[in-house]
């Protein structure tokens, strides 16, 4: 850490309180690189203040994935233990918020072996899908946020030092979430969520039946959104009424896109980390609501493994409507993180669409 431990500080409260708005004897899982321990640290300690039951750490470390990934065989990768299982269920019976911490290496993963990558991700995915509605339903608060590392950094700034990219991508990180050293970062997300419900309540009242897009890089792409759709920005709010932000930066209205309503072609500005790899210079052509041709300049494997990933991966789940004049945008950064990169621009989002994007969707079976 380069900047002062008080902006930490404030980006750990703003996290705890704004984000996951962690509730009084309810337990907070926190996910992060090993790196992070100092923070996390933080985190805890602003989660315990407000009356936590527990703090669970899940922690991770991108040179323990890449021995996983390389002398595992596929069999045992694959072989997901009912305790994984076990143990997610336990945290969403207690009521658990979960805090995700971004900070590894765009790319950090791409010199294994794809297909053990794809094979464990599909087969935790089946295992747990049938607890992914705590969060996809909002059931109970999630959050995710950025903090700086050296490899990162050094991915956006290569031409600079390790120490002024690092420096660099903090000051980039800090600004976009809005935590500044003479203001108020609780304050300022009140008045930023608040202009962005205001933007989402009107774009709901003028109900449009489809959105139009196009791009000087030959995108040509018309979405129909579903009847009664609900477009929403800035934080949500659980079924016990309990708000929060989930993704801390965010510029986004989102809605959701009428399933067989998607048609034509669109061209990606900005490159895509996915499973530890850099997807570039990628595209993808729509016909009824699925894609049915798409192409990449770099990782065109790795983007194949993302639409074959499920039966709703080649379908339309989200689309998203971002001002040009936002924090993000005016970077005129490539974090090559999606979390930042995708609310820099307008954009879209395969797979599941999230039912509160329609009325009376949380209620639908």
């Known amino acids: 850490m380069s900047a002062s431990k008080a902006m930490y500080q404030k980006l750990a409260k703003l996290a705890v309180v ?32 407000v009356g936590a039951r527990e703090v669970i ?52 993963l791409k010199d294994v072996d794809q297909s053990k990558v794809r094979a464990y991700q599909m087969a935790y995915s089946k ?42 991508l903090e000051d980039a990180i800090f600004m976009t979430s809005r935590v500044t050293e003479d203001s108020d970062p609780l304050e300022n ?17 003028l109900n449009f039946k489809q959105l139009h897009f196009t791009s000087e890089l030959g995108t040509d792409l018309t979405v129909e959104l579903v009847d009664n759709h609900v477009w929403i920005g800035g934080g949500d709010k659980t079924p016990k009424g309990v708000y929060f932000d989930p993704n801390i930066p965010t510029e986004e209205c989102f809605t959701m896109p009428k399933k067989t309503g998607v048609n034509g072609i669109v061209y990606a500005s900005k490159p895509l980390s996915y499973s530890g790899k850099v997807i570039d210079g990628f595209w993808f052509r729509f016909e009824n609501g699925k894609v049915v041709d798409f192409g990449a300049k770099q990782e065109e494997e790795t ?63």
């Not at 509605?133 to 109970?140: A, C, H, I, R, W």
């Not at 709703?312 to 989200?318: C, D």
């Open 18 to 49: 704004r984000g996951v708005n962690v509730q009084p004897n309810q337990p907070l899982v926190v996910t992060a690189s090993v790196r992070d321990y100092e923070f996390v640290r933080m985190v805890a300690k602003e989660a315990y203040a």
């Open 57 to 108: 750490m899940s922690w991770t470390d991108t040179e323990l994935a890449k021995l996983t990934y390389t002398y595992q065989s596929e069999e045992t990768l694959t072989d997901i233990p009912d305790w994984k299982y076990d143990m997610v269920k336990r945290e969403h019976d207690l009521g658990a918020c979960y805090l995700r911490i971004h900070s590894d290496m765009p790319g950090a």
């Open 127 to 168: 295992k747990m899908k049938d607890l992914r509605k705590y969060t996809m339903n909002n059931e109970g608060q999630w959050c995710v946020i950025g903090i700086p590392s050296v490899e990162w950094a050094k991915v956006v700034f290569p031409h600079l030092s390790e120490e002024e990219a690092f420096e660099k």
């Open 189 to 205: 997300w009140r008045i930023h969520d608040g202009d962005l419900v205001e933007h989402a309540r009107k774009l709901t009242e």
């Open 303 to 365: 983007l194949k493994s993302l639409l074959d990933f499920d039966e709703g991966s080649r379908h339309l789940g989200e689309v998203a409507l971002v001002p040009y004049d936002s924090p993000i945008s005016n970077s005129n950064i490539l974090f090559f993180n999606t979390l930042f990169d995708e609310n820099a621009a307008c954009h879209l989002a395969l797979g599941m669409p999230y039912p509160e994007n329609v009325k009376g969707g949380a209620h639908m079976s």
